[in-house]
């Protein structure tokens, strides 16, 4: 598709379940990055991936959050033994590379929005 | 700390008034970008502002980067119910290409 792609829009789990969210970048961007909105926090940057390469996992909250990026492209971000301060929208963003605002456009995706009970 | 401000939090007006929302920092900036969320969507980038005091337009919306670049400024006029939704203010974050957001201003404007 023309955009960012993630995967799915919803995901209801269990406290305590391991959750996988994919996130399918626009063709032919290098960087790639992860933010969580909620309620109270607003927007929070996570990781980001300059192809495969994870320069910046600074975001990431616990040693429970992961993701990874294969072939220069899909990037899942896997969340283990949730927690129901993990609810959130887990948003994806790409732009054709990674560089400093002036230049910097992050195009999002829809995001997909975490319930955990 | 929030690195930025945003105010008002919420702002409900009627079709056809106009309104100003803020983003303000005690920190200075090489540029800023807001951004529109609509409901079940992601952020959408509409405007980098980059030199001190510049302004810039965008149909009925009014950006304005403050002449010492730790704030700026978001000026609709005669709003529409089409411009609903969260105006976010961005900057890169310190340590590198990743957006650092502000909490937002929540816009409701109906018919």
């Known amino acids: 598709g023309a955009g960012v792609s993630q995967s799915p829009s919803n995901k209801v789990t269990e406290k305590g379940k391991d959750v996988e969210l994919r996130c399918d970048p626009i063709?032919?961007?290098?960087?790639l990055y992860w933010y969580r909105q909620s309620l109270g926090q607003g927007l929070e940057f996570l990781i980001y991936?300059?192809?495969?390469?994870?320069?910046?996992k600074s975001g990431l909250p616990s040693d429970r959050f992961s993701a990874e990026r294969t072939g220069g492209s899909v990037s899942t971000l896997t969340i283990q033994r949730t927690q129901q301060e993990d609810s959130a929208v887990y948003l994806c963003a790409s732009s054709p590379m990674a560089t400093f605002l002036a230049k910097n456009i992050q195009y999002f995706g829809a995001g997909t929005r975490l319930s955990v009970l | 700390t929030q690195l930025l401000e945003q105010s008002p939090q919420f702002l409900s007006i009627q079709e056809g008034e106009n309104l100003t929302v803020y983003c303000n920092s005690s920190?200075?900036?090489?540029?800023l970008q807001w951004y529109r969320q609509e409901p079940g969507e992601g952020p959408v980038l509409l405007v980098t502002?980059?030199?001190?005091?510049e302004v810039k337009k965008l149909k009925r919306l009014t950006f304005q980067f403050g002449d010492a670049r730790k704030d700026s400024s978001l000026h609709i006029t005669a709003a529409q119910p089409g411009d609903t939704g969260l105006y976010l203010c961005?900057?890169?974050?310190?340590?590198?290409?990743?957006?650092?957001f502000g909490k937002g201003t929540s816009l409701l404007v109906t018919p």
């Open positions: 063709s032919g961007h290098t960087a």
């Open positions: 991936f300059q192809g495969n390469s994870a320069p910046d």
């Open positions: 502002v980059v030199t001190g005091g």
């Open positions: 961005a900057v890169n974050s310190n340590s590198g290409y990743a957006l650092n």
């Open positions: 920190s200075v900036f090489s540029s």
